[in-house]
Nanobody
Framework: QVQLVESGGGSVQAGGSLRLSCAAS????????MGWFRQAPGKEREGVAA????????FYADSVKGRFTISQDNAKNTLHLQMNSLKPEDTAMYYC????????????????????WGQGTQVTVSS
């Protein structure tokens, strides 16, 4: 079983930055497609950013394009999400996820495509 542990969340003012990290319990970063998702109270979980298993392709929700960057450190088995120019509407619990199967998916920002999930890290952006 793969365990994913997120860190780096916190409270910032609008316009600020945060860097989220997701540490995997065993080798999976770089060999599986992974993604970041978020869920605000009363809303459905939504895909924020995803990266292909080889790391060559990245995908972003329109709401975060140009502000968020997903990356992976294969040597450290860690996934990152750099979040800049944060807005109050970015406030949510952020989750790291990984696919069990090798290969890509036609829907990289769909939560149904992912099998392993972390417990989440809270991001709060104040105006």
């Amino acid at each position: 079983q793969v365990q994913l542990v997120e860190s780096g969340g916190g409270s910032v003012q609008a316009g600020g930055s945060l860097r989220l990290s997701c540490a995997a319990s065993r080798y999976i970063v770089g060999s599986r497609a992974m993604g970041w998702f978020r869920q605000a109270p009363g809303k459905e979980r939504e895909g924020v950013a995803a990266i292909s298993d080889g790391g060559s392709n990245t995908f972003y929700a329109d709401s975060v394009k140009g502000r968020f960057t997903i990356s992976q450190d294969n040597a450290k088995n860690t996934l990152h999400l750099q979040m800049n120019s944060l807005k109050p509407e970015d406030t949510a619990m952020y989750y790291c996820a990984a696919r069990r199967l090798y290969g890509g998916t036609r829907y990289p920002l769909s939560s149904r495509e992912y099998n392993y999930w972390g417990q989440g890290t809270q991001v709060t952006v104040s105006s």
